[in-house]
T-cell receptor, first 112, second 112 residues
Framework: GENVEQHPSTLSVQEGDSAVIKCTYS??????FPWYKQELGKRPQLIID?????GEKKDQRIAVTLNKTAKHFSLHITETQPEDSAVYFC???????????FGAGTRLFVKA | EAQVTQNPRYLITVTGKKLTVTCSQN?????MSWYRQDPGLGLRQIYY???????DKGDVPEGYKVSRKEKRNFPLILESPSPNQTSLYFC???????????FGDGTRLSIL
């Protein structure tokens, strides 16, 4: 069945460094790729998304890239801050569709 | 304020005792869904609903039921809970397919 693989499972960076989280999806029909941030004990929150008609999208310190041919997409966080510490989930779905497949999550630690 | 409200937030119960987790959204969203979150597995979709009286199974529907009698409410029912349903549950809503845009605060269920 469809699945989304996410790497790494844990990532530790120094404050100010960049962090990159990578995901691979299996369903070639997927065309919508959201990213969620979940702080400890809190709900997941949608932080950015990308659709298959673009290759990159930025929002301040975060950016997502998509390679449809390779079925890869990535989250890039620049100038990391301690408040970026959280679990990040990637997901893949079809716009207007009814199933969203999540990756297993990446726990990001930003050391001050 | 846009909200998805789940109740209860925490519940400890015993095997076989029927329980219902309520979910309500105030955004007039057509799409609602339920997820369970387990360590190392990310979020897995249990059931989703496209509109009133329209529901369908997600990836892990066994042991669960749902109903959608009103647009704002989407309760999750465990008719005969078992210990393998011990998990953290999230309800979510969206105005564009089942890709979750807004999550509730979560319900932590422990089935003894």
């Amino acid at each position: 069945g469809e699945n989304v693989e996410q790497h790494p499972s844990t990532l530790s960076v120094q404050e100010g460094d960049s962090a990159v989280i990578k995901c691979t999806y299996s369903d070639s029909a997927s065309n919508y790729f959201p990213w969620y941030k979940q702080e400890l004990g809190k709900r997941p929150q949608l932080i950015i998304d990308i659709r298959s008609n673009v290759g990159e999208k930025k929002d301040q310190r975060i950016a997502v890239t998509l390679n449809k041919t390779a079925k890869h997409f990535s989250l890039h966080i620049t100038e990391t801050q301690p408040e970026d510490s959280a679990v990040y989930f990637c997901a893949a779905s079809i716009t207007g569709g009814f199933k969203t497949i999540f990756g297993a999550g990446t726990r990001l630690f930003v050391k001050a | 304020e846009a909200q998805v409200t789940q109740n209860p937030r925490y519940l400890i119960t015993v095997t076989g005792k029927k329980l219902t987790v309520t979910c309500s959204q105030n955004m007039n969203h057509e799409y609602m869904s339920w997820y369970r979150q387990d360590p190392g597995l990310g979020l897995r979709q249990i059931y989703y609903s496209m509109n009133v009286e329209v529901t369908d199974k997600g990836d892990v529907p066994e042991g669960y039921k749902v109903s959608r009698k009103e647009k704002r409410n989407f309760p999750l029912i465990l008719e005969s809970p078992s210990p393998n349903q011990t998990s953290l549950y999230f309800c979510a809503s969206s105005d564009e397919g089942a890709q979750p845009q807004h999550f509730g605060d979560g319900t932590r269920l422990s089935i003894l």
